[in-house]
């Protein structure tokens, strides 16, 4: 019985402060350079792909205009790729109406509503809340060791208040190019699930559709060749 006391004695007076106060924080610095080291390449890997930029301006922009139908915001998650983008919602919306709202988003975009290439609940505002967190706690843990935990709270803050206004940043300037000049919508094709996970998901999050888009060659790129007109892109 005595020796369970020293143990349980042990526990409370040093290993449990040892591991608030000394690994815990060590843990989530060490977490926070991870964040930074991974979240900041990938925004750059999207800034540089215009190509995805502008495929991904063009997915806001029709989850946009689907809820602007709606009158509010729905569950509808959006992913660009290089030839498109796709849509996952637990919504009974037909491939007609997102083939529709895409083509009233693609439209309204090329004439200058550049507010729709952006959207608040996009998966850049979870970037951008770990970016402030990360970045936060890691000063903190450099300068303000003492006060570890005070400025822990004071990331959590931050990153709570400042990741939405932080996302449309980036959105804005890395993630999204509202310029869709030539972009073309081709057609609407359902995308099935690339793996047993991926399956399991979508009977939880509902069927995914995909949105293919074509870059359409302007007057100044294009060479015409032969008698039956056919084009090429220069």
Same mark, same amino acid.
């Given at each position: 019985?005595?020796w ?9 007076v040093?290993?449990i ?5 000394v ?6 610095t ?7 080291l @991974?979240?900041?390449?990938?925004l750059?890997?999207? #800034? ?6 502008? /495929?991904h ?15 509010? #915001? ?14 996952? @919602?637990?919504?009974?919306? %037909? ?23 952006? /959207?608040?609940?996009?998966? @850049? ?12 706690l ?16 004071? #990331?959590?803050l ?26 073309a ?12 996970? %991926? ?5 939880? @999050? ?15 790129r294009v ?12």
């Amino acid at each position: 019985m005595f020796w369970w006391f020293l143990l349980a004695l042990f526990f409370l007076v040093i290993l449990i402060p040892f591991f608030i106060l000394v690994l815990l924080p060590l843990g989530l610095t060490a977490h926070s350079v991870v964040v930074l080291l @991974t979240a900041l390449p990938q925004l750059l890997d999207v #800034a540089r792909d215009r190509r995805r930029r502008r /495929h991904h301006a063009l997915e806001h922009a029709t989850i946009n205009v689907l809820e602007e139908h709606a009158g509010h #915001a729905l569950p509808i998650s959006g992913l660009a790729e290089a030839d498109g983008f796709r849509l996952t @919602t637990p919504l009974p919306l %037909s491939a007609e109406a997102i083939l529709d709202a895409a083509e009233e988003a693609l439209l309204r975009l090329q004439r200058g509503e550049t507010h729709l290439a952006l /959207h608040p609940r996009c998966g @850049t505002t979870i970037v951008a809340g770990q970016l402030l967190f990360a970045a936060t706690l890691l000063l903190v843990f450099l300068f303000w060791t003492e006060w570890f935990w005070v400025g822990f709270l004071v #990331a959590l803050l931050l990153a709570l208040t400042g990741a939405r206004p932080l996302s449309l940043v980036l959105q804005r300037f890395l993630t999204t190019d509202a310029d869709v000049r030539g972009l073309a919508l081709s057609h609407i094709e359902p995308a099935l699930p690339s793996s047993i996970w %991926s399956a399991f998901l979508m009977i939880s @999050t509902g069927p995914t559709w995909k949105v293919v888009v074509v870059e359409t060659p302007t007057v100044r790129r294009v060479k015409i060749e032969g008698q039956g007109g056919r084009y090429r892109a220069f």
